[in-house]
Structure formats: C-alpha cells, structure tokens
C-alpha cells in the first residue's frame, strides 16, 4: 500500500533553514507528481509546492517563492523540500502527498516551528 514518511521538522529561529524529506513506497514513483502541504494551527491545510513526475515542472505558493524549493529523486523514492528564511508564519504540520487514481495519499506529518 502507498506509504508517505516526512522527516526533518523542528524547531529553528527566523531566518534559518530546514530541509524536509519524505520516503514514498507502494507505487511507481516515477510515473506520480508530489505534493508538499502544510496545516498551520486553526487554518487550514494549503498547498505549499508541487512537482511534476520527471521533475520538471514546478509550482509554489506565493507565501514561499524564492524561499523553499521542492525537488524529487525518482532513483530513490524520495522528495524534498529545502526551506530557507523561515519565518514565523512557517510554522505548520508540513505533509507530504501524492494523488492516485483519484485518491489523495497523505503521511503523518513532521512539525516545524520557526521561533526565536
């Protein structure tokens, strides 16, 4: 069955950097675009960055261009998603995700909190 398993959330000052992972089994990585969501406390969950199945088209939320980039590694099963001056309103749950055959897959989530 799909599997999704972020890692690398914590806790970092304003103006640091994280870079979080995600583990993908139980599909063909390779033929599937992903997803990087996030859920602040009380608000809902937004789409922060998507990539396409090779890799070569990318997408952002207004709130983290030009500081978080999302890449894939289709040899290794993995995305990740590099996140460079952060800032307070960062702070979230940061979910992985992909879309198959109709269905959203999601995992449990890794927690950033950007604090000083």
């Known amino acids: 069955q799909v599997q999704l398993v972020e890692s690398g959330g914590g806790l970092v000052q304003p103006g640091g950097s994280l870079r979080l992972s995600c583990a993908a089994s139980?599909?063909?990585?390779?033929?599937?675009?992903m997803n990087w969501y996030r859920q602040a406390p009380g608000k809902e969950r937004e789409l922060v960055a998507s990539?396409?199945?090779?890799?070569?088209?990318?997408t952002y939320a207004d709130s983290v261009k030009g500081r978080f980039t999302i890449s894939k590694d289709n040899a290794k099963n993995m995305v990740y998603l590099q996140m460079n001056s952060l800032k307070p309103e960062d702070t979230a749950v940061y979910y992985c995700?992909?879309?198959?055959w109709g269905r959203g897959y999601w995992g449990k989530g890794t927690l950033v909190t950007v604090s000083s």
């Open positions: 995700n992909v879309f198959r």
């Open positions: 139980g599909f063909v990585f390779s033929n599937y675009a």
């Open positions: 990539i396409s199945s090779a890799g070569d088209t990318i």
